[in-house]
């Protein structure tokens, strides 16, 4: 999935879009989840944060925004289901 969005993105970079990508990408990692965060699938999580970067695409949730507590102790809450977006849209965000 991962190397489809890169292919995707790369191909329409430049072509001055407004493009927002969303996702359950079951991935921890601090620049969504905070300092705190843990990784998980370190090379995948990377590679996704290499592509978002890449590309000019912002986190489009806010940075440690929980999308489901945790349900017990030693337990992670989740925030895996990401948006990132281009710049020329960010503010226009709810």
Known sequence: MLLKLNNTL?????LNHSTVV???FNFYYPRWGGPE???NCR???EYLNEVTENN???LGIEL???IRP???AGINPLIINLSFVTLNIID???
Do not use: H, P, S, W
């Not at 790369?10 to 430049?14: D, E, F």
């Open 64 to 66: 440690g925004l929980i």
């Open 56 to 58: 000019g695409l912002e």
């Open 10 to 14: 790369r191909r329409i970079n430049g």
């Open 37 to 39: 965060a843990r990784y």
């Open 70 to 72: 945790a349900k017990g």
């Open 92 to 94: 226009y965000l709810i």
């Open 22 to 24: 969303v996702g359950d």
């Open 43 to 45: 090379v995948a999580v």
